[in-house]
């Protein structure tokens, strides 16, 4: 960076601070969002604690006249003043400077990947921590772990008033501690293309900088976070953090990008970036495109949960899935004919159990999709095909708990069923919704139980396997505990009614020689895990309409 002037000043954190709610700080568009999280901001408090160096805050100081780079939203230090005399964009310590804020205000903040840091529970330990570190991110406990908020407070006496001299004195050590630690402030001043190439520079050897933050630096102008918050704002909560780059992929591809690799994606959006920067017409156009196509993810995730069951993010194999949909919806703007359902019904089955966005394959399924969804969403008589990528021996290495194209699209063809409980009388019907809920973990039910497992010496690899896994609720995993399937289904089989109406849903053989009546638990195990494995991968083929896997040989 050419022709940039350097100087340095040093401010104690009371007077950065001071800075801070003066509102002298600003946040540049090409910055990136808050991403800290707790246990990271108490590090930072506790190196300030134990007087080790913290980095220098870059600043790169204009006119007030340059407040057009000014990032109006999404950032969590109080707003510019517009009566200084010059913008102080923060280009490196936005990180630090902010959780230096909000740890003494005390209040709660969601980071750009949605986790909410409660800044009041960054504490101070009044006893000797064993691992050294004497500011945690815990909840505080009165007497034992103070909170900063409190500690860095005006009026802290009061706040710590329940505590004994020898205590107050050591919150009072901290207290000065923290607030005449140097904080080392370099100012720059140079023109935007020299700080943007300095941003980049800085975070490529610090904090790793993503493509996509790359993208948001270089085309800072096409104020591109904000039609990423405009994307997560038309889903709802369980889709709500759909990653940055899928999103990009679809904003560039809605403009004729081909690829979706990263450098090529990336070349793209500069480039409308280059060309929107002194062409209002073009800005104007695809602030209008990208708005629309923002209304269009909201479509792709109703139309996955209404007719797949993918109920939240968790329940679905590629993020990229919603943005190829979301692209079919943007070039079709009317309604979806039954053509249509029947091909995209086929693409979404295909491209889980197929894992077609995963490794090498992405870069050759993903510009294919592009294809044919513009085709199909122009009327044509397109088909969407397949080549079967798997083997049915592929559904049983697939673990439960793992997020593979396979186990995906399982879940999903398990909650179009319509989960029941196998242990109540009669058919009863477990709310779709039950599953969405975070704290429902314990939901998947081990057929053959996995204590029951361990102790016949079954290795994890097996029993974890999806085809040993149904969905229940928490409360009859619970009920069902360690016992043989031979034993807790002859109990739901005696119950009054539609047992094997209830085992069907559940996809669970229980005719007269199904593996779940064996008094040998591995015979009986390596039998149904066959049985069902079939089972699964012909129901799975019954919700394509085409053929999902390799004939058998």
């Given at each position: 960076?050419?022709?940039?002037?350097?100087?340095?000043?040093?401010?104690?954190?009371?007077?950065?601070?001071?800075?801070?709610?003066?509102?002298?700080?600003?946040?540049?568009?090409?910055?990136?969002?808050?991403?800290?999280?707790?246990?990271?901001?108490?590090?930072?408090?506790?190196?300030?604690?134990?007087?080790?160096?913290?980095?220098?805050?870059?600043?790169?100081?204009?006119?007030?006249?340059?407040?057009?780079?000014?990032?109006?939203?999404?950032?969590?230090?109080?707003?510019?003043?517009?009566?200084?005399?010059?913008?102080?964009?923060?280009?490196?310590?936005?990180?630090?400077?902010?959780?230096?804020?909000?740890?003494?205000?005390?209040?709660?903040?969601?980071?750009?990947?949605?986790?909410?840091?409660d800044f009041k529970r960054v504490v101070f330990s009044l006893d000797d921590e064993e691992n050294g570190q004497q500011i945690l991110y815990?909840?505080?406990?009165?007497?034992?772990?103070?909170?900063?908020?409190?500690?860095?407070?005006?009026?802290?006496?009061?706040?710590?008033?329940?505590?004994?001299?020898?205590?107050?004195?050591?919150?009072?050590?901290?207290?000065?501690?923290?607030?005449?630690?140097?904080?080392?402030?370099?100012?720059?001043?140079?023109?935007?293309?020299?700080?943007?190439?300095?941003?980049?520079?800085?975070?490529?050897?610090?904090?790793?900088?993503?493509?996509?933050?790359?993208?948001?630096?270089?085309?800072?102008?096409?104020?591109?976070?904000?039609?990423?918050?405009?994307?997560?704002?038309?889903?709802?909560?369980?889709?709500?953090?759909?990653?940055?780059?899928?999103?990009?992929?679809?904003?560039?591809?809605?403009?004729?990008?081909?690829?979706?690799?990263?450098?090529?994606?990336?070349?793209?959006?500069?480039?409308?970036?280059?060309?929107?920067?002194?062409?209002?017409?073009?800005?104007?156009?695809?602030?209008?495109?990208?708005?629309?196509?923002?209304?269009?993810?909201?479509?792709?995730?109703?139309?996955?949960?209404?007719?797949?069951?993918?109920?939240?993010?968790?329940?679905?194999?590629?993020?990229?899935?919603?943005?190829?949909?979301?692209?079919?919806?943007?070039?079709?703007?009317?309604?979806?004919?039954?053509?249509?359902?029947?091909?995209?019904?086929?693409?979404?089955?295909?491209?889980?159990?197929?894992?077609?966005?995963?490794?090498?394959?992405?870069?050759?399924?993903?510009?294919?999709?592009?294809?044919?969804?513009?085709?199909?969403?122009?009327?044509?008589?397109?088909?969407?095909?397949?080549?079967?990528?798997?083997?049915?021996?592929?559904?049983?290495?697939?673990?439960?708990?793992?997020?593979?194209?396979?186990?995906?699209?399982?879940?999903?063809?398990?909650?179009?069923?319509?989960?029941?409980?196998?242990?109540?009388?009669?058919?009863?019907?477990?709310?779709?919704?039950?599953?969405?809920?975070?704290?429902?973990?314990?939901?998947?039910?081990?057929?053959?139980?996995?204590?029951?497992?361990?102790?016949?010496?079954?290795?994890?690899?097996?029993?974890?396997?999806?085809?040993?896994?149904?969905?229940?609720?928490?409360?009859?995993?619970?009920?069902i505990g360690s016992r043989r399937p031979r034993s807790y289904l002859a109990e739901a089989r005696d119950n009054a009614g539609y047992f094997?109406?209830?085992?069907?849903?559940?996809?669970?053989?229980?005719?007269?020689?199904?593996?779940?009546?064996?008094?040998?638990?591995?015979?009986?195990?390596?039998?149904?895990?066959?049985?069902?494995?079939?089972?699964?991968?012909?129901?799975?083929?019954?919700?394509?309409?085409?053929?999902?896997?390799?004939?058998?040989?």
């Open positions: 960076m050419n022709h940039k002037r350097i100087t340095t000043k040093v401010k104690r954190v009371s007077q950065l601070l001071k800075c801070v709610e003066e509102g002298r700080f600003a946040i540049p568009k090409l910055q990136r969002e808050f991403v800290w999280d707790g246990p990271k901001a108490a590090k930072l408090f506790d190196s300030i604690w134990a007087h080790m160096p913290i980095g220098v805050v870059m600043i790169w100081e204009t006119p007030r006249s340059q407040r057009l780079y000014l990032r109006q939203k999404y950032h969590v230090l109080p707003p510019f003043n517009a009566k200084n005399g010059k913008v102080w964009f923060l280009i490196d310590g936005q990180q630090r400077v902010s959780v230096l804020h909000r740890v003494r205000e005390g209040s709660e903040l969601p980071n750009a990947h949605g986790k909410v840091i815990r909840k505080p406990r009165p007497g034992t772990y103070e909170s900063l908020s409190d500690i860095l407070h005006p009026h802290w006496r009061s706040r710590v008033s329940h505590l004994g001299s020898r205590a107050i004195e050591r919150v009072r050590n901290c207290r000065e501690r923290i607030l005449r630690y140097p904080m080392h402030l370099m100012f720059v001043q140079a023109k935007i293309s020299g700080i943007r190439e300095t941003f980049l520079r800085i975070n490529t050897q610090g904090m790793k900088i993503s493509t996509a933050d790359a993208i948001f630096t270089q085309a800072e102008d096409l104020d591109l976070r904000d039609i990423q918050h405009e994307v997560r704002g038309h889903v709802d909560a369980g889709f709500g953090m759909i990653p940055e780059m899928p999103i990009l992929f679809a904003m560039a591809a809605a403009r004729g990008a081909k690829e979706a690799r990263g450098q090529a994606l990336k070349r793209k959006i500069e480039e409308l970036g280059r060309d929107a920067k002194h062409d209002h017409r073009l800005r104007k156009s695809l602030a209008k495109d990208w708005n629309r196509l923002s209304v269009c993810f909201g479509k792709a995730v109703d139309y996955m949960r209404q007719n797949f069951s993918v109920i939240t993010r968790d329940f679905l194999y590629s993020d990229y899935m919603i943005s190829v949909l979301s692209l079919f919806f943007f070039w079709n703007g009317q309604g979806t004919s039954a053509k249509q359902k029947e091909q995209i019904r086929k693409w979404f089955w295909a491209t889980a159990v197929g894992s077609r966005y995963s490794g090498s394959k992405f870069f050759d399924c993903l510009p294919a999709d592009l294809k044919f969804f513009k085709r199909l969403a122009e009327q044509r008589g397109v088909r969407f095909t397949y080549s079967p990528q798997v083997d049915k021996i592929d559904m049983r290495k697939s673990l439960y708990a793992s997020r593979t194209g396979i186990a995906s699209a399982f879940y999903c063809m398990m909650l179009r069923r319509q989960p029941v409980s196998i242990m109540d009388d009669g058919l009863n019907e477990i709310p779709i919704d039950h599953y969405a809920t975070p704290a429902n973990r314990k939901d998947r039910h081990h057929i053959f139980p996995r204590f029951l497992m361990i102790d016949w010496e079954v290795p994890p690899g097996l029993y974890n396997s999806i085809c040993n896994i149904c969905l229940l609720t928490a409360e009859e995993n619970q009920r094997k109406r209830k085992m069907a849903r559940h996809l669970i053989p229980v005719g007269g020689d199904s593996g779940v009546w064996f008094t040998n638990v591995k015979a009986g195990f390596k039998h149904i895990v066959r049985e069902r494995n079939d089972w699964i991968c012909r129901e799975l083929e019954n919700e394509a309409g085409i053929r999902l896997f390799r004939k058998d040989m």
